[in-house]
């Protein structure tokens, strides 16, 4: 979406959305975030990616899941190197903002200038510079060991549980890509009865042993989706966080 004032270059935010990464849900979900931010002067990247249960044999979703998912995402952001003009976009400030599902796709996405040889996404050829995670699923393992509902979608995703597919885990989950080697933001809210508020907390703090400057916010009175709502105090904290364009 393009911003709504000023001549670019435009510092980018790319927006991933969540859902427990199922066909159900769609981009659509941060339309709203999205419009906020380009009001705001950002140019904002909201992006698409191939679901779990997206499309039979054939289909152009098909394929969503390990490493479907994950591809996407990582080509999504490395077309903003062809795909924009240098006098559109100014990637030397990109930020990645992802909600839930979208949370755990954003640091991931952060995080993939440390992958291996041969992972999805290894070798970006553009550079996440922040990362903003809202309400997001940030350690994989502890997902499914939890008995909450974000077992099925994990195991989705990835194809098995931890013992079965270990080396998935240890590539796909935020915890276990630390340190990131940039600034984070981790927001939730402290009623988030979806993914858990002990998430954010236990991440920021693996970060911050690990060496990474996280900034940490627990919103009291806020739900999984009030994240979400530009009219929320959650949200707020972002654009205060995010500061000002230019």
């Given at each position: 979406m393009p911003p709504g004032r000023g001549p670019g270059p435009h510092p980018v935010v790319v927006v991933v959305h969540g859902g427990l990464?199922?066909?159900?849900?769609?981009?659509?979900?941060?339309d709203p975030v999205c419009a906020d931010l380009a009001e705001r002067g950002w140019l904002a990247w909201n992006l698409e990616?191939?679901?779990v249960g997206s499309g039979g044999r054939g289909s152009r979703w098909a394929g969503g899941g390990w490493p479907g998912t994950f591809a996407d995402v990582a080509a999504g952001i490395d077309h903003l190197a062809r795909g924009l003009a240098p006098d559109v976009a100014d990637l030397e400030r990109l930020t990645?903002?992802?909600h839930s599902a979208g949370?755990?796709?954003?640091?991931?996405a952060a995080a993939r200038p440390g992958l291996p040889d041969g992972a999805p996404g290894a070798h970006a050829e553009v550079v996440v510079r922040r990362v903003v995670s809202l309400a997001g699923v940030l350690d994989l393992t502890a997902a499914v060991?939890?008995?909450h509902r974000l077992v099925g979608g994990v195991v989705g995703l990835l194809g098995g549980r931890p013992d079965e597919v270990p080396d998935r885990y240890l590539l796909a989950s935020p915890?276990?890509?630390l340190p990131l080697g940039i600034p984070q933001l981790v927001v939730h809210g402290e009623h988030d009865g979806t993914v858990p508020p002990a998430h954010s907390r236990e991440f920021a703090r693996r970060a911050d042993e690990a060496g990474d400057r996280v900034d940490v916010a627990i919103v009291p009175l806020t739900g999984h989706m009030d994240v979400i709502d530009p009219r929320s105090a959650a949200w707020a904290t972002v654009a205060a966080w995010l500061g000002p364009p230019r």
């Open positions: 990464w199922l066909d159900a849900f769609g981009r659509d979900l941060m990616y191939r679901r990645v903002l992802g949370g755990q796709l954003a640091m991931w060991e939890d008995p915890v276990e890509r």
